[in-house]
């Protein structure tokens, strides 16, 4: 909360992955910690901090599963490890390692997986993983992370190396718009936050889809309908309380994500009103399909993973 | 290895050989064949060289096993109760709703458990990430693995035997327990992962090939390894059942538990074999 959002959108343009690498190499002097890449250390970043820090920074090869588990090794000896790779496979084909080595004995493993979603882009459906948060959400003792914006995976990340246990990082390939001022920026684990106000509808997005979730309550101010933007960057702890605050206060749900409709925001959030408060909601997200090459931005408008398709589903339920 | 020290290791393989199958016979459930092939080499690892502390489970500088052929934990459980990590009767908890002996070790529940594992070819990259951790952090602590023939069909171990090789990982000590029997039958017929010592000499191990029964065989290797600039593997071959007649050499007993009347033979055998093991000791 009071966080300040930057007005105009367009000035600037950064991709989470990008500040994790830079994370990584400034928290890498205040805190002690591991990073293992699986041979894709520049497309995740993680070379910023293997070059900074080459003793503690360990290329895997390609070889995820293995990745994992030395992680898990390391972690065991008393050292947090961050392990990264496209979501695809540091989720994806390491799913069971994950489970199994990290999960279950809670070791301190941060699994930061980039490139997740649709946006990855030209490399199309073989690299675009939508189903990584409806996995990680489903293992025990796992914490799922998912930042808007460049500022909050930069802070999340420190948050994430303070805290006692596994995580999930998501981030993206793709540039997105800053949203967050990092003079003044604070991260909170588990914590929903209001980025608008609403009375109509609420709005809970996650990661990328919170800028194009602002831009759709500006459409919908111009028409007399008045939407609440709730920022869910911990996918899991989830807040549960601020889902049922504004369940109860909209009558009305959309849930925003880059990620299969199944078993990611839409389906967290839906498990909670459910349960203790049934309420009409829509969801935005990849249905349960496979994705496409295409440019990134080609590819959020033919999946109207945009404001103008978080538009349409609110009114949807209106 | 002086005489007095073989003879009490012997006595304590036998012990784990009783008491491994003590646990698997309560818990009407687990794995006995691989258990009681590893007997000698877990014998050798908590009564002669592993420097661990059963008053402090966890000091940073301690040697380390990853038991990646998880499911023989019996053996591991036994020799761990000998060392007084946890009372002996537990034993007899091995697999019990409630019980810190689960299935599979588990690092959190379990004292001496260095960590958990279960799932093959996991335990050993685990054991990887503690040795290089080891290694760029300047301890001179040993980790040891032992792995099984047939978890050297999972992709995973050779990722981690590529790895351990790279970054020269000379304080990786593992044992692959060579009994040539997995759930399916011979590990040749099921899917041949021979030859298992040009396969690690290839990826760049130092290679050793013994007697995994032998105790003298094991401390040679062990101490050889020990003075070795790569990785080392230390193939065994051993006999799964070994112990008890009925059970050696039979795929079948990877993982069921004896019956009664199956058990009380085996109980004498191994009760046998354990009091013959005492009195050789104490005559010297």
Not at chain 1, 268 to 297: H, L, N, Q, W, Y
Not at chain 2, 46 to 73: A, I, W
């Amino acid at each position: 909360m009071g966080n300040i959002i930057n007005t105009d959108m367009n000035l600037k343009r950064v991709a989470t992955r990008v500040a994790y690498g830079n994370a990584l190499a400034d928290f890498g002097e205040k805190y002690n910690f591991f990073v293992l890449d699986a041979d894709l250390s520049g497309s995740t970043q993680t070379a910023i901090f293997g070059k900074k820090y080459p003793d503690r920074f360990i290329n895997c090869g390609i070889a995820e599963g293995n990745m994992i588990s030395v992680a898990a090794g390391i972690a065991a000896s008393g050292v947090t490890a961050f392990a990264s790779s496209f979501a695809m496979f540091a989720c994806g084909r390491a799913f069971e390692q994950i489970r199994n080595s990290v999960a279950y004995p809670r070791l301190n493993v941060k699994i930061c997986a980039s490139h997740a979603g649709v946006t990855v882009g030209e490399d199309g459906a073989t690299h675009q993983f939508c189903e990584d948060i409806a996995l990680m959400r489903s293992v025990p003792n796992m914490v799922v992370v998912n930042p808007a914006d460049a500022t909050e995976a930069y802070f999340a990340i420190e948050a994430i190396l303070n805290y006692d246990g596994p995580v999930y990082m998501r981030l993206g390939r793709f540039a997105v718009p800053v949203m967050f001022d990092k003079s003044n920026y604070t991260f909170e684990l588990g914590k929903g936050v209001v980025l608008a106000d609403g009375n109509d509808v609420a709005i809970f997005a996650s990661g990328i889809m919170n800028s194009p979730a602002l831009e759709a309550r500006e459409i919908l101010a111009a028409e007399g309908i008045d939407a609440a933007v709730i920022n869910i960057h911990t996918l899991k702890p989830i807040d549960k309380e601020i889902i049922i605050k504004y369940a109860e206060k909209t009558k009305r749900i959309v849930t925003a994500e880059e990620h299969s409709v199944i078993g990611g925001l839409g389906s967290a959030v839906a498990e909670i009103t459910s349960e203790f408060c049934p309420t009409k909601m829509a969801r935005v997200g990849i249905e349960d399909t496979f994705g496409t090459s295409g440019k990134a931005e080609h590819l959020l408008d033919y999946f109207n993973l945009n404001a103008a398709g978080i538009v349409k589903k609110v009114k949807s339920i209106l | 290895m002086e005489r007095e020290k073989l003879l009490c290791l012997d006595e304590a393989a036998a012990k784990i050989r009783l008491l491994s199958l003590e646990a698997v016979f309560n818990a009407e459930s687990g794995h006995p064949g691989g258990s009681l092939s590893i007997a000698e080499i877990i014998a050798y690892l908590y009564f002669e060289k592993m420097n661990v502390d059963p008053k402090n489970p966890q000091k940073s500088d301690r040697d380390r096993l990853v038991l990646s052929k998880g499911h023989t934990c019996p053996a591991l459980y036994s020799a761990l109760a000998i060392k007084g990590f946890f009372p002996e009767e537990e034993i007899k908890t091995f697999r019990q709703l409630g019980s810190r002996l689960q299935g599979h070790p588990d690092m959190n529940k379990l004292p001496g458990v260095d960590m958990t594992t279960g799932s093959l070819g996991q335990g050993i990259s685990a054991a990887c990430g503690m040795a290089l951790k080891a290694l760029k952090s300047g301890y001179n602590y040993k980790v040891f693995a032992i792995i099984g023939d047939g978890e050297s069909q999972e992709g995973q171990v050779w990722e981690a035997a590529m790895f351990a090789a790279h970054y020269k990982l000379k304080n990786l000590i593992a044992f692959l327990d060579f009994n040539h029997l997995q759930i399916d039958g011979d590990v040749r017929d099921v899917m041949n992962p021979t030859p298992l010592d040009e396969k690690f000499a290839a990826f760049g191990w130092f290679v050793q090939v013994i007697d995994g029964h032998n105790l003298e065989e094991i401390d040679k290797a062990v101490n050889a390894a020990y003075s070795s600039e790569k990785p080392s593997i230390i193939i065994c071959n051993t006999v799964k059942g070994k112990g008890v007649s009925f059970m050696e050499n039979k795929a079948d007993w990877h993982g069921k538990a004896p019956k009664k009347d199956e058990n009380e033979i085996a109980v004498a055998e191994l009760e046998a074999a354990y009091k013959r093991a005492m009195e050789v000791r104490k005559n010297g």
